[in-house]
Nanobody, 114 residues
Framework: QVQLEESGGGLVQPGGSLRLSCAVS????????MGWYRQALGKQRELVAA???????NYADSVKGRFTISRDNATNTATLQMNSLKVEDTAVYYC????????WGKGTLVTVSS
């Protein structure tokens, strides 16, 4: 079992930055990869960024060059640094841990609006 808790969402103006954090607890050694997903109103959940146990990263085309995912095994956290935010980045952001089974946090709302 793995437990995930996101934090760091909020309201930001276009062009601004936010940093999301995911606190991980439980059987952390079973985690292969971690990721951030988002779901905008009326849309399907989509992958934003993922990072493997070895540190390999993968990003959605829409966020490449603006978002950075990182993983700190010492503190059991996964972070998503979001820069140059756009209105279309508005969504609920979810932390994901893959152990062969998917675990999800409850999500944190990011609103980009002027």
């Amino acid at each position: 079992q793995v437990q995930l808790e996101e934090s760091g969402g909020g309201l930001v103006q276009p062009g601004g930055s936010l940093r999301l954090s995911c606190a991980v607890s439980g059987n952390i050694f079973s985690i292969y990869a971690m990721g951030w997903y988002r779901q905008a109103l009326g849309k399907q959940r989509e992958l934003v960024a993922a990072i493997s146990r070895g540190g390999r990263t993968n990003y959605a085309d829409s966020v490449k060059g603006r978002f950075t995912i990182s993983r700190d095994n010492a503190t059991n956290t996964a972070t998503l640094q979001m820069n140059s935010l756009k209105v279309e980045d508005t969504a609920v952001y979810y932390c994901n841990a893959d152990t062969g089974v998917d675990y999800w946090g409850k999500g944190t709302l990011v609103t980009v609006s002027s």
